[in-house]
């Protein structure tokens, strides 16, 4: 009889499949709109290198890594090699040089903790944030890139949290909750620990690409063309995955004593990484390991307050895969305060 109901719990989660991939569908941006991300970034990459020629111009985030959903903003970092620029005039410089081109609505933000430039193309209507010499992130970009190659059911499963996040008020970090990427590197760690793995440790692996950057050695194992079939002893279907993930980050997860860590490809202890206890503002009440500069805790955002809130969101979000009639439809019904 156990078996049976086993069966028809796995039966019942698999009628999910189809309207969860429906919704990922959904959200994927359109070949018109990458074209248009493009078009954008070939204007830009040329107004900058007209006025700094040793400068580069790179995409980083949504835009870059993959887990971007339809209609996002596009960010970009700005490399040069100036040891002693002055960020704030930098950035003015910039603004005016894009403001006298066609673009519109472009401000520079100089003071904001990380100082941009600001601008929507009329255009495409796309609108794009531009950063200096945040290369770190530009390497993180490329490794979810990577992971995403490996195994479909990632980028399924990051756009359907993400989607979950957004619609649910809990991925605004300003508002103690999580960002996107911390998302994705809970999905990336989620898959790592499925039992057959569904991703490798890319970081545990053989070097193939390695840059050093503000003295942190970035190396992971980037060939991953190789990896097509890492994955594929594992069967499992989106909507478990979805299931599995909620009820991870709901009732199995360890918050007192774990930190995932997509780097190690395992858990780590929160003694190990001597964040067991608050400083200054860092509280590790969720701890996320950032895959290149481990002591950054991407839970750092998160208050006594907040906690609470992701907890119930994620448990509310499990309740409902388990027992709701229509879990795609009300597992993303907008959070009402
Ligand atoms: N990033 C980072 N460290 C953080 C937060 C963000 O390095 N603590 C970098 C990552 O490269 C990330 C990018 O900034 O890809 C953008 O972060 P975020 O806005 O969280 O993610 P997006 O992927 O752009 O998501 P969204 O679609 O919500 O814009
Ligand atoms: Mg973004």
């Known amino acids: 009889r156990i078996f049976k109901r086993q069966m028809q719990c796995r039966m019942d989660i698999d009628r999910l499949n189809a309207p969860f991939l429906a919704i990922y569908d959904s959200l994927i941006p359109t070949e018109e709109e990458k074209a248009k991300q493009k078009q954008l970034f070939t204007l830009l990459e040329r107004l900058v290198t007209k006025e700094w020629p040793e400068a580069r111009l790179y995409i980083y985030g949504s835009c870059g890594n993959s887990f971007g959903v339809s209609k996002s903003d596009i960010d970009l970092c700005l490399a040069i090699d100036e040891a002693n620029i002055n960020k704030s005039e930098f950035l003015l410089r910039l603004a005016d040089i894009l403001q006298s081109d066609s673009l519109q609505n472009v401000q520079a933000l100089t003071r904001a903790r990380v100082p941009i430039v600001k601008l929507m193309d009329p255009v495409t209507g796309i609108s794009c944030d531009i950063c200096i010499n945040n290369v770190l992130a530009v390497i ?130 929160k003694r190990e990484k001597d964040w067991t206890r608050r400083v200054g503002n860092d509280r590790h009440l969720i701890c996320i390991e950032d895959p290149f500069e481990i002591s950054h805790d991407l839970g750092r955002v998160v208050d006594k307050y907040s906690i609470k809130v992701l907890r119930e969101e994620f448990e509310r979000a499990a309740d409902i895969m388990q027992y709701d009639a229509n879990p795609c439809v009300k597992l993303f019904e907008p959070y009402v305060p």
């Open 140 to 269: 993180n970009t490329k490794l979810l890139r990577d992971y995403a190659k490996i195994d479909a059911r990632l980028r399924q499963l990051a756009f359907i949290v993400k989607h979950w996040a957004k619609s649910r008020g809990v991925n605004e970090t300003y508002h103690g909750t999580l960002s996107s990427y911390a998302y994705v590197l809970m999905c990336i760690h989620f898959l790592q620990h499925r039992r057959p793995a569904i991703l490798p440790c890319l970081q545990g692996m053989q070097t193939t690409y390695s840059v050093t950057v503000e003295n942190v050695e970035c190396s992971f194992f980037d060939q991953v063309d190789k990896l097509r079939d890492f994955g594929s002893h594992n069967k499992e279907p989106i909507a478990r995955l979805v299931w599995g993930f909620f009820n991870y980050w709901a009732y199995s997860h360890d918050y007192a004593n774990s930190v995932i860590s997509v780097r190690t490809g395992s858990l780590i202890s």
